[in-house]
C-alpha cells in the first residue's frame, strides 16, 4: 500500500461546481498535512495547510479525519483558472521529521 | 524576499556526463529537500539534508547521485554518467523546523 493515495482522476467540472478530493495515509502516526496546487510544468505551490479541526480558505475548505486516517478537500464554485493538479502531503514525523510525502495528484479541469 | 532558487532551469547532458543542480533554500531556512518528478507522475522524495548533514537519503538511488548541503553556499545535487531515464523535473524545497515546505522552480534534465 502506497503511503500516500490520491485518486488521479482526472476531475472534469464545469464553472461553478462544487468538488472534492480525497487522499489517504497509511502511517497513523502522521503529524501534519498539506495541500499543494500544481499547473503544468511548473513547481508545487502550497495552497493550504490542514488542521484537525478543519479549517476554511475563501472558497477552499480542508478537512482532516483521523480516525479513518484521510484529508480532503472541497472547492465551491469552480473558476477555470482552478484548473490545476492538485496534491496532498504528509509529514509523518520521527527521525526524518521534515520530509513531506506526496500523492500522485488529483487532475483538475474546470470547463466554461 | 528571495524564494527558493534553482538554477540552472534546463540542463542538457549527453549519456556519461555528470549534471550539477544547484539550490539556495529561502533566507532563514535551514532544512533542503530534493524531489524528482517524472513525465505524468508524482514528486518522490530523494533526500532531505540540514547544513552539512544528510538526514534521510531513502529516496536517492545508491549509484551515481550524491547530495551536500555545505556550510557556506547552496545545496548541491550532483548526479555522475546520466543516462535517458535520468531525465526529469528535480524540485528543491525548503522549510524551517516545522513550516510546510517552499519549492523552487526545478530543473529540468534531459539527456540526449
Known amino acids: 500500500r502506497k503511503e500516500v493515495e490520491q485518486d488521479p482522476g482526472p476531475f472534469n467540472v464545469p464553472e461553478g461546481a462544487t468538488v472534492a478530493f480525497n487522499c489517504t495515509y497509511s502511517?497513523?502516526?502522521?503529524?501534519?498535512f498539506f495541500w499543494y496546487r500544481q499547473d503544468c510544468r511548473k513547481e508545487p505551490k502550497l495552497l493550504m495547510s490542514?488542521?484537525?479541526s478543519g479549517n476554511e480558505d475563501g472558497r477552499f475548505t480542508a478537512q482532516l479525519n483521523r480516525a479513518s486516517q484521510y484529508i480532503s478537500l472541497l472547492i465551491r464554485d469552480s473558476k477555470l483558472s482552478d484548473s490545476a493538479t492538485y496534491l496532498c502531503?504528509?509529514?509523518?514525523?520521527?527521525?526524518?521529521?521534515?520530509?513531506?510525502?506526496f500523492g500522485q495528484g488529483t487532475i483538475l479541469t474546470v470547463h466554461p | 524576499n528571495a524564494g527558493v532558487m534553482q538554477n540552472p532551469r534546463h540542463l542538457v547532458r549527453r549519456r556519461g556526463q555528470e549534471a550539477r543542480l544547484r539550490c539556495s533554500p529561502m533566507?532563514?531556512?535551514?532544512?533542503v529537500y530534493w524531489y524528482r518528478q517524472l513525465p505524468e507522475e508524482g514528486l518522490k522524495f530523494m533526500v532531505y539534508?540540514?547544513?552539512?548533514?544528510?538526514?534521510?537519503e531513502s529516496g536517492m538511488p545508491k549509484e551515481r547521485f550524491s547530495a551536500e548541503f555545505p556550510k557556506e553556499g547552496p545545496s548541491i545535487l550532483r548526479i555522475q554518467q546520466v543516462v535517458r531515464g535520468d531525465s526529469a523535473a528535480y524540485f528543491c524545497?525548503?522549510?524551517?523546523?516545522?513550516?510546510?515546505?517552499?519549492f523552487g522552480n526545478g530543473t529540468r534534465l534531459t539527456v540526449t
Open positions: 524545497a525548503s522549510s524551517t523546523n516545522n513550516s510546510p515546505l517552499h
Open positions: 502511517n497513523s502516526a502522521s503529524q501534519s
Open positions: 490542514v488542521y484537525s
Open positions: 502531503a504528509v509529514r509523518m514525523g520521527g527521525t526524518s521529521y521534515g520530509k513531506l510525502t
Open positions: 533566507k532563514g531556512h535551514s532544512h
Open positions: 539534508l540540514q547544513k552539512e548533514n544528510i538526514i534521510d
